[in-house]
């Protein structure tokens, strides 16, 4: 699977490699690729020769991580470390009939939506960052709730749905499968625990690189049409 070709097999490792473009652009950018966000050139990352009290010192580039917070990094580990967990430990719903049973790692569902959130609140402020933080404050206030800064308000600053960037930049499969889980995961906080069942697990694992690189897309995409 995916996680088997990045470094260490770790999930965390999903931002290996990505950096914030810099200076006034918010892009998310390859560290060896033009910025998808400005079009700026590839980074020159060729070790920099600097005399330092009389000795010549080796000075390697350094860029910042695109990671939005350091629990980026928290919770793909989270994640890795549900989907890893063995099931023997969630037998408790072994009795239950299958369609009955929630999955023995409903809880990488609810984490990842979780991690989703934290994702999109970040491309609603770096998008519109141009307006004065107290409105931008006071717009995220009001519409607070996942759906409607997916739905609402996106469609305020973006004229759009976010689902709907996603398909038109093709980025449909990954669309459908956000859409289910939102619904599974709302169905499961309402007393349906059941809707997150092993085949919703697999899905999501099975395609967390792919929302990864569809939500970098689109973060890019928006960030580029407010900037330009």
């Given at each position: 699977?995916?996680?088997?070709?990045?470094?260490?097999?770790?999930?965390?490792?999903?931002?290996?490699?990505?950096?914030?473009?810099?200076?006034?652009?918010?892009?998310?950018?390859?560290?060896?690729?033009?910025?998808p966000a400005?079009?700026?050139?590839?980074?020159?990352?060729?070790?920099?020769?600097?005399?330092?009290?009389?000795?010549?010192?080796?000075?390697?580039?350094?860029?910042?991580g695109a990671?939005?917070?350091?629990?980026?990094?928290?919770?793909?580990?989270?994640?890795?470390?549900?989907?890893?967990?063995?099931?023997?430990?969630?037998?408790?719903?072994?009795?239950?009939?299958?369609?009955?049973?929630?999955?023995?790692?409903?809880?990488?569902?609810?984490?990842?939506?979780?991690?989703?959130?934290?994702?999109?609140?970040?491309?609603?402020?770096?998008?519109?960052?141009?307006?004065?933080?107290?409105?931008?404050?006071?717009?995220?206030?009001?519409?607070?709730?996942?759906?409607?800064?997916?739905?609402?308000?996106?469609?305020?600053?973006?004229?759009?749905?976010?689902?709907?960037?996603?398909?038109?930049?093709?980025?449909?499969?990954?669309?459908?499968?956000?859409k289910d889980?939102?619904?599974?995961?709302?169905?499961?906080?309402?007393?349906?625990?059941?809707?997150?069942?092993?085949?919703?697990?697999?899905?999501?694992?099975?395609?967390?690189?792919?929302?990864?690189?569809?939500?970098?897309?689109?973060?890019?995409?928006?960030?580029?049409?407010?900037?330009?």
């Amino acid at each position: 699977m995916w996680f088997d070709e990045l470094p260490g097999k770790s999930w965390a490792s999903l931002w290996s490699g990505y950096v914030v473009c810099g200076g006034n652009c918010s892009g998310i950018r390859k560290i060896d690729a033009c910025c998808p966000a400005c079009g700026a050139d590839r980074f020159d990352t060729s070790p920099k020769i600097m005399t330092i009290n009389g000795k010549e010192v080796v000075i390697h580039a350094t860029l910042a991580g695109a990671e939005g917070r350091y629990e980026d990094y928290i919770y793909l580990e989270m994640l890795q470390r549900e989907w890893e967990r063995p099931a023997a430990e969630f037998e408790r719903f072994s009795h239950f009939s299958d369609t009955e049973r929630p999955s023995a790692r409903a809880a990488l569902v609810l984490l990842f939506w979780g991690y989703f959130e934290t994702r999109i609140d970040r491309l609603h402020r770096a998008a519109m960052r141009a307006l004065p933080q107290r409105v931008l404050n006071d717009e995220l206030r009001r519409y607070s709730g996942i759906r409607s800064r997916l739905y609402e308000l996106y469609k305020i600053f973006f004229g759009t749905t976010y689902f709907d960037d996603l398909r038109d930049q093709g980025f449909v499969a990954v669309a459908d499968l956000l859409k289910d889980i939102h619904e599974r995961r709302n169905a499961f906080a309402h007393g349906k625990p059941q809707a997150i069942n092993d085949v919703t697990v697999n899905a999501l694992v099975e395609n967390l690189k792919a929302e990864h690189d569809a939500w970098i897309a689109i973060y890019n995409r928006r960030v580029r049409s407010r900037d330009g």
